[in-house]
């Protein structure tokens, strides 16, 4: 089994949304049969940023690949290697800290990477077809305060539609909420995220921890 472990926190040290996705893959890792192995890639968006969509970006993915300067090559190469480790992934686990209502923009950098006609979606005439199919996704979201189902929690449904329509539809939730909201609230919240990584439905079943 091939897991894809994304952190996208600033933080290179003492990120919550790093430790709970690594915390979710553990609780994979324990659940798999003995015979069943993990392979797990570890790609920190925080450590190591990929290059935003610019124009440069743009121009060289629209460039026939035959036709592409060694720089615009390069460029794609950055792209293709994210898409080759999610093609590969049967298991998706990513970090999400909330960033000013929204994700991370290393976090908006790889999905921007990753969406790509033809490879990951397409369009047919029955409209659009997501070609990441058949993985399992966990998310770890981490806030300072509190907006789990309110019209100010910009992630959830932004994950949940970009995720979907790259046709990666089995998705689960992990919440720490009202992590600034002083030392109780953070121990709280991070307890309960801890007792829902235990509940999370791993493989066909739900496995009691
Ligand atoms: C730049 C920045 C912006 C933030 N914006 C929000 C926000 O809009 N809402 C919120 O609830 N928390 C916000 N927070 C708090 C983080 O979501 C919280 O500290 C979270 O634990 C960060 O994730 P990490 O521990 O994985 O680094 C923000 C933190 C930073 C550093």
Known sequence: MNILQIHSSARADGSHSSRLAHTIVERIRAALPDDVDAAITLRDLGR??????????????????????????????????LIAELQAADVVVLGVPMYNFGVPAQLKNWIDAISRAKVTFQYTAKGPEGLLKGKKVYIALTRGGQYRNTPADTQVPYLKTVLSFLGMTDIQLVYAEGLAMGPDAEQQALASAHSQIKELVIGEEAVAA
């Open 48 to 81: 190591t940023p990929h290059p935003e969509l610019n124009e440069t970006a743009l121009q060289a993915l629209f460039t026939p690949a035959e036709q592409r300067t060694a720089e615009q090559a390069d460029r794609v190469a950055l792209d293709d290697a």
